[in-house]
């Protein structure tokens, strides 16, 4: 390199106003969030950053518990569920003295970019720091796909794939008995699970909290598919939806045969990422780094039609959730 391309390359160096960045995982865990956390780091050194891990999400923070990141720190990690950075929930960065001090933490280790992997909570408390001056970019993480502005978060795939894996042995079993079962996945506020599983896995029902649901019409459906020689029924509930147990003990009364209830619970949030999922977190790890490198700031990023995307966090919080009627309306056409 010449002369003057060196003192350039050291000029842009020293404009530079992100050297070094951090990284961390807060919320509930996805896998995905491994990938992403190996991409951000490996793009950030590539490019000549230096990165902090920060351990338990914001708690972690405010605690600083943080330790730098090299290019070995993220190996062996891609193909596990979980989050290498550990990840928590954290009442004290709820409080402006929280939030005070983790920006008091980010100045003291000499961090001048924040990447965030979380779900919307995650976003609200990246939204704080950025509110508060800090250069802050969010990475979906979270398995309930309830962000509105990307099509997927990471760790949704994975989840609706452990679903799927699920409902197929219990075919099995239920086949053999002929017996009535009843699923709860997770999604508090949003069924895309539920969703998504029911129509891949060939499910008979599919209740979620975007939709009202009306318990007789299930009872009927159940009946009319025993008459036609059906040997089981697998009724998919996101959580969201209400009590399973007292759902099946209403639907034993109307379809008079047992229900069985299984509740997948936090099997739905293990388990070795999906392709999908992985490479979403290199592709999400590199435009963080890229858009902290851009001097753009306060940002999001995502998948829209394929596409990577990035918008402000403020809007992305603010979009709506969109339901989606054409699959839910193919699960029903498909299921009868
Ligand atoms: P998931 O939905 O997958 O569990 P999440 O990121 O939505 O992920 P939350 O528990 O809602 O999970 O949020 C994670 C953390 O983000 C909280 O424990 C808290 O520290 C922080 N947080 C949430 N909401 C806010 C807020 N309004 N202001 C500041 N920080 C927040």
Redesign the pocket.
């Known amino acids: 390199m010449s002369q003057t391309i060196m003192a350039d390359v050291k000029k842009k160096e020293a404009e530079k106003k992100i050297k070094r960045i951090g990284v961390l995982t807060?919320?509930?865990?996805?896998p995905g969030m491994n990938a992403a956390i190996r991409s951000t780091v490996r793009i950030a050194l590539y490019n000549g950053l230096a990165v902090s891990g920060i351990r338990r999400?914001?708690?972690g923070l405010i605690e600083a518990d943080i330790d730098d990141m090299q290019i070995v720190d993220v190996g062996d990690i891609i193909n596990r569920g979980g989050t290498k950075l550990l990840?928590?929930?954290?009442?004290?960065?709820?409080t402006e003295v929280?939030?005070k001090r983790a920006l008091d933490v980010l100045r003291m280790f000499e961090i001048d970019g924040l990447v965030v992997i979380?779900?919307?909570?995650?976003?609200?408390?990246?939204?704080?720091l950025w509110d508060m001056g800090f250069p802050t970019i969010g990475i979906p993480?979270?398995?309930?796909n309830?962000l509105a502005y990307t099509d997927l978060?990471l760790?949704f795939d994975t989840a609706v794939s452990t679903v799927v894996s699920a409902i197929n042995n219990l075919r099995d079993t239920s086949s053999s008995h002929g017996r009535v079962s009843i699923v709860e996945v997770m999604g508090r506020h949003c069924g895309d699970i539920a969703l998504f599983a029911g129509l891949a896995g060939g499910v008979e029902d599919i209740l979620v909290p975007e939709r009202k649901f009306d318990l007789d019409e299930v009872a009927r459906k159940i009946l009319q598919g025993r008459r036609r020689g059906k040997l089981h029924s697998i009724i998919l509930i996101a959580e969201g939806v209400g009590k399973s147990y007292e759902i099946a003990e209403r639907l034993e009364a109307l379809i008079h045969q047992e229900v069985r209830v299984t509740v997948l619970g936090y099997l739905q949030r293990g388990g070795t990422p999906s392709v999908t999922d992985r490479i979403l977190g290199a592709q999400f790890g590199q435009r963080a780094v890229e858009l902290l490198l851009e001097d753009k700031f306060g940002r999001v990023v995502g998948i829209r039609d394929n596409k990577i995307m990035d918008m402000a966090i403020e809007e992305a919080l603010n979009e709506p959730k969109r339901f989606d009627q054409d699959k839910y309306d193919l699960a029903e056409i498909l299921s009868l």
């Open positions: 807060s919320g509930g865990d996805a999400g914001y708690q990840t928590a929930r954290s009442e004290d960065f709820m929280g939030q979380g779900g919307d909570g995650s976003f609200k408390g990246a939204k704080r993480g979270t398995i309930d309830d978060t760790g």
